[in-house]
């Protein structure tokens, strides 16, 4: 099963509008990044969050994480044509030696001029 | 620096046959992880390499294997290839390990395709 799973699944918005979608995740982890994927430059690392961090941010996202909740959310303000891709949340746990990223599903969005 | 680099971008293969998947890493990068990704799925992890040691593994079957040269070229190898595995496979380079936090770069990905 998905560790990550980001909501919603799916988001249309207008240019200049701001975009919010969430990742939930089921066990303790050391920290949680969120990725972007479009067609034109493929997987592309946006910011990290350390599980002892609550916000960070980089440019127009900003990043919340909640552990008591088990949730992060990835804000993009003021949203660009440009920005329209597939957002994806990966946690990093540790299950004894191993340590791995687990990825959701994706939240794709739609940014419309 | 360039990018990482995954060759072949694009493989048909058939059920039964088996594949190599090449992926060169950002220099520098010592840590190779591969992925694969389908459209119900997701992303799913297969393996880590740092060092030439496979440091981390997914929840794959024995048909997916890997190695990591001492250049930190790594290959991944699918044998006895099913339907199932079509799918677009993604390596991605780190300076360290990706679990502890290391920022991946992926490279553009090998598409295959299994009839």
Redesign the interface.
Known sequence: SQQGEEDPQALSIQEGENATMNCSYKTSINNLQWYRQNSGRGLVHLILIRSNEREKHSGRLRVTLDTSKKSSSLLITASRAADTASYFCATATYAGNNRKLIWGLGTSLAVNP | KAGVTQTPRYLIKTRGQQVTLSCSPISGHRSV?W?QQTPG?????LF?YFSETQ????NFPGRFSGRQFSNSRSEMNVSTLELGDSALY?C?SSPG?????S???????TRLTVT
């Open positions: 992880s992925y799925q997701g992303l799913q992890f880590e440091r981390n593994k997914g993604l991605a390990l990706a679990g502890r936090g920022e991946q770069y992926f490279g553009p990905g």
